[in-house]
């Protein structure tokens, strides 16, 4: 940490001060270095507590510290922040969390002298909290410690770990999926984190990614420790801010709890709201769209059936959920759009995709589904296309995958080739769209090879990896019968775009259609505050040569969850937060 990085504006302690602690005695507690002694006899100062390292080096034993109450969070935390004027050693931290079952009355600006055992408050194999666990507590005075000022990440959290910090630079929110749960909101440094094996091959790489992300990345804690608060305090009755937003002023308790850092907020920050962006528009005459619809199960298709499996609960949820989803498929107005989780519930006017159509078509549209026939795939979910029927005609029958890894794991692919149409005539080559799903990164069930092998990939990587070979194998059969080399590979691959799915297909010579396109840093998806792409799409060559341009709308990955999806509120009826995955959108040249 150099100085231009961490300011501290601790008071100067007087050189004659320093000079008298050479010549006091030793502490009561073994291994203090005297040159801290510039506290009270008896007392050791806060930093010899917390050492240099993850661990306190005095774990266990019986100290005296004395210090200024800068966090009064008894009620909530179970404890108190407390800081010294500091030991003179920056690697160590001069603050320290101090619990008590006497539960004393103590205020922020309290100076207090403790006694007690020194424990580690949580999982030492994620990062613990050094901790004073006290068996007396007195209120000696009224003292003040000024914030350390941050500038720039530290380089290592852990020297500031219960201390008083004001946080000067602008950071950037990075992710709300804990603020309706928990209050908290992730938060960086700089730009906003991406995951890793978005930006970076598995192993090594994307390891050094992380480690950077870690090294940039904390919480903004409201300090509660309540699960589902009725307001956040410190968003000041603002609406939950989308990622990407910019907080400036953050001033807090650097804390280490449940595994992570974060910053226990003592005062309400300034947020800059990241603006909603307009539904995007490509050039060329066939516009496809791809989209996750996050579980659109509609019970019984009758009213009945609710809650259903995975999607709405009420019947008053699923019409919400179809009213946010037709406004983003009509906001994008695409030709044709493959969908994803739509339950596997048959073509029948009672099924979810004939609801989807007719909830499309409620204005006046010419939107069709393409008819599988069953399935496709046995799975609770599947995937499945649309087309408007006055600029597309199907040609020849759909062709589905259902064997190997689609039987059961990865979703089977669903294909169809189409003839674009102007005036009621033919007016292009025939295209292909394959709508893909192949497995999730969750570990349920997962063992051997398909474990989590810590390169970053999550688990069944080998299965979603055969599932790219078996997809690319088919491909070149064309199973549709079209002749046609135009294809495009559309869908959620739950892989990112370094993991080896994805790196396969490109192996094969598939495009990225966003790479093809131009578009700088794209993301679907946002989990953990991490920022990445689980929706690709993936061109034949020659349909690449006519790719005339490839978007993402960032309408759902960076909208807080409350504002929609199953568990909205229902005040906003537009597309925000129609799903957890945001839409893609190509158009073509033919």
């Known amino acids: 940490m150099t100085p231009s990085r961490l300011r501290?504006?601790?008071?100067?302690?007087?050189?004659?001060?320093?000079?008298?602690?050479?010549?006091?005695?030793?502490?009561?507690?073994?291994?203090?270095?005297?040159?801290?002694a510039h506290v009270p006899e008896g007392v050791v100062a806060i930093g010899t507590v917390q050492g240099d390292g993850d661990i306190s080096p005095l774990l266990d034993r019986e100290v005296t510290i004395e210090g200024v109450v800068t966090g009064n969070f008894g009620r909530h935390l179970g404890g108190w922040f407390v800081q010294d004027a500091g030991d003179g050693d920056p690697a160590t931290s001069d603050g320290l969390f101090v619990v008590s079952d006497a539960k004393p009355e103590l205020r922020a600006g309290d100076r207090v002298r403790a006694r007690g055992r020194v424990i580690e408050h949580g999982q030492r194999t994620r990062g613990s909290l050094t901790t004073l666990e006290a068996a007396a507590i007195e209120v000696v005075?009224?003292?003040?410690?000024?914030?350390?000022?941050?500038?720039?990440?530290?380089a290592d959290w852990?020297?500031?770990?219960?201390?008083?910090?004001?946080?000067?630079?602008?950071?950037?929110?990075d992710g709300q999926h804990e603020l309706a749960r928990r209050g908290v909101l992730h938060a960086s440094f700089g730009d906003r984190p991406f995951t890793p094996t978005e930006v970076a091959p598995p192993g090594p790489a994307a390891g050094r990614v992380a480690a950077d992300n870690a090294r940039r990345q904390l919480l903004l804690d409201d300090a509660m420790a309540m699960e589902d608060p009725r307001t956040v305090w410190y968003l000041d009755g603002r609406p939950?801010?989308?990622?990407?937003?910019?907080?400036?002023?953050?001033?807090?308790?650097?804390?280490?709890?449940?595994?992570?850092?974060?910053?226990q907020l003592t005062a309400v920050p300034a947020i800059a709201p990241a603006p909603r962006p307009d539904a995007p528009t490509v050039p060329g005459?066939?516009?496809?769209?791809?989209?996750?619809?996050?579980?659109?199960?509609?019970g019984d298709g009758r009213g009945g059936g609710f809650p259903t499996e995975r999607g709405a609960r009420t019947p008053a949820q699923l019409q919400a959920q179809l009213g946010r989803l037709v406004a983003t498929i009509q906001a994008l107005d695409p030709?044709?759009?493959?969908?994803?989780?739509?339950?596997?519930?048959?073509?029948?006017?009672?099924?979810?995709?004939?609801?989807?159509?007719?909830?499309?078509?409620?204005?006046g549209g010419d939107w069709a589904f393409v008819d599988a026939g069953q399935g496709p795939g046995s799975d609770a979910i599947r995937v499945g296309l649309v087309y408007r029927t006055g600029r597309l005609r199907p040609l020849g029958a759909p062709a589905t995958l259902a064997e190997g890894p689609f039987d059961g794991r990865s979703r089977a692919p669903l294909a169809q080739a189409f003839v674009p149409m102007a005036g009621g005539r033919d007016a292009g080559p025939a295209f292909v769209v394959v709508a893909n799903h192949f497995k999730s990164k969750g570990c349920r069930e997962a063992s051997g090879a398909e474990r989590d092998q810590g390169d970053g990939q999550a688990c069944w990587n080998p299965l979603r990896l055969e599932s790219a070979r078996r997809l690319a194998d088919w491909l070149e059969t064309d199973p549709t019968?079209?002749?046609?080399?135009?294809?495009?590979?559309?869908?959620?691959?739950?892989?990112?775009?370094?993991?080896?799915?994805?790196?396969?297909?490109?192996?094969?010579?598939w495009r990225d259609a966003m790479a093809e396109a131009g578009v700088e840093a794209p993301y679907s998806f946002v989990y953990d505050g991490l920022a990445g792409r689980l929706d690709?799409?993936?061109l034949s060559p020659a349909l690449a040569r006519g790719l005339a341009g490839a978007a993402e709308w960032h309408s759902n990955a960076d909208e807080p969850a409350n504002v929609g999806e199953r568990d909205g509120n229902g005040r906003d009826p537009g597309p925000w937060r129609s799903s957890d995955h945001d839409p893609l959108l190509l158009g073509f040249g033919f």
Request: proline share 7%; aromatic share 4%.
């Open 8 to 36: 501290t504006r601790l008071p100067v302690r007087p050189i004659t001060l320093l000079l008298a602690a050479a010549f006091l005695g030793g502490c009561e507690t073994p291994g203090v270095d005297p040159a801290a």
């Open 141 to 154: 005075g009224r003292g003040e410690v000024a914030p350390v000022v941050l500038d720039a990440p530290p």
């Open 158 to 173: 852990e020297r500031l770990e219960g201390m008083s910090v004001r946080i000067d630079a602008p950071l950037t929110l």
């Open 240 to 263: 939950a801010p989308r990622s990407g937003s910019v907080v400036t002023g953050a001033q807090g308790i650097v804390d280490q709890r449940w595994g992570q850092v974060r910053l």
């Open 285 to 298: 005459n066939v516009r496809l769209a791809a989209f996750n619809l996050r579980n659109l199960f509609n």
């Open 335 to 363: 030709h044709v759009a493959a969908l994803m989780e739509l339950e596997n519930d048959g073509y029948g006017p009672d099924s979810s995709l004939a609801q989807l159509v007719d909830a499309l078509n409620a204005g």
């Open 481 to 509: 019968g079209s002749g046609s080399d135009l294809v495009a590979i559309v869908g959620d691959l739950n892989a990112y775009a370094q993991e080896d799915p994805v790196r396969h297909l490109r192996d094969r010579g």
């Open 536 to 538: 690709h799409a993936l």
